[in-house]
Each structure stands twice: as C-alpha cells, then as structure tokens.
C-alpha cells in the first residue's frame, strides 16, 4: 500500500523559511510526477510546485516562482518544498501527491493526481 507522509510544517514569521519534506513508501514503481499542493480555509486546492520522475521538469505556480523549490531525494524516496520568503498568504495545509498519468505529469491540478500525503499546516504571521 502507498503511503505520503508529510512533515516540516509549522509557524513562521512573514519573511522567514521553511522546508518541508514528504516520504514516499510502498511504490514499487516510482511516480511519474509528484507535487506539492496547497489549500487555506474556504479556498481550492491549489497546485504549488510539481517535478518529475528524473527530477529534472519542474513547474511552480506563479505564486511562488522566484521563493519556492521543489526538489527531491531519490534514494531516500523524499520529496522536499524549500519555501522562502514566507508571506501570510502561504498560510495554508500543504500537501504532497503523486501520479503516474502521463497527461497529467508535472500537471498543478489536482484532478491528476490519485495518491495523497495527509498534509502538514504551514502559518506564517505578519
């Protein structure tokens, strides 16, 4: 059985950093792609920043180029979102997924992907 454990979240100051980190296990066969998504209170889920299987594609919502990276350990089978200049806006539960649709690679909707980490709360404070 596939499991995505998120963990890393907590609460920061606007300006500040934080990295969280998503182990992968029970994969016999490593994704296509897999993500980082994000939803606050009363809004969507919303695509954050997405890689693919060669960690070598990435896509970043527009929200976060230029402050997120998304990147990954393969041996260790870790998906990591280094988050930078924190805004409270960033506020949110951030989640980790996984698919192996190939339309759907490095894709930052949600509808894609069919595996789900239980998410890990990210606050930033102004």
């Known amino acids: 059985q596939v499991q995505l454990v998120e963990s890393g979240g907590g609460s920061v100051q606007a300006g500040g950093s934080l990295r969280l980190s998503c182990v992968a296990s029970?994969?016999?066969?490593?994704?296509?792609?897999m993500a980082w998504f994000r939803q606050a209170p009363g809004k969507e889920r919303e695509g954050v920043a997405a890689?693919?299987?060669?960690?070598?594609?990435?896509k970043y919502a527009d929200s976060v180029k230029g402050r997120f990276t998304i990147s990954s350990d393969y041996t260790e089978n870790v998906l990591y979102l280094q988050m930078g200049s924190l805004q409270p806006e960033d506020t949110a539960m951030y989640y980790c997924?996984?698919?192996?649709?190939?339309?759907?690679?490095?894709?930052?909707?949600?509808?894609?992907?069919?595996?789900w980490g239980q998410g890990t709360q990210v606050t930033v404070s102004s």
């Open positions: 997924a996984a698919t192996n649709s190939w339309s759907g690679r490095w894709s930052l909707s949600p509808g894609w992907y069919n595996d």
């Open positions: 029970g994969y016999t066969v490593r994704p296509l792609s």
């Open positions: 890689l693919d299987n060669g960690g070598t594609s990435r």
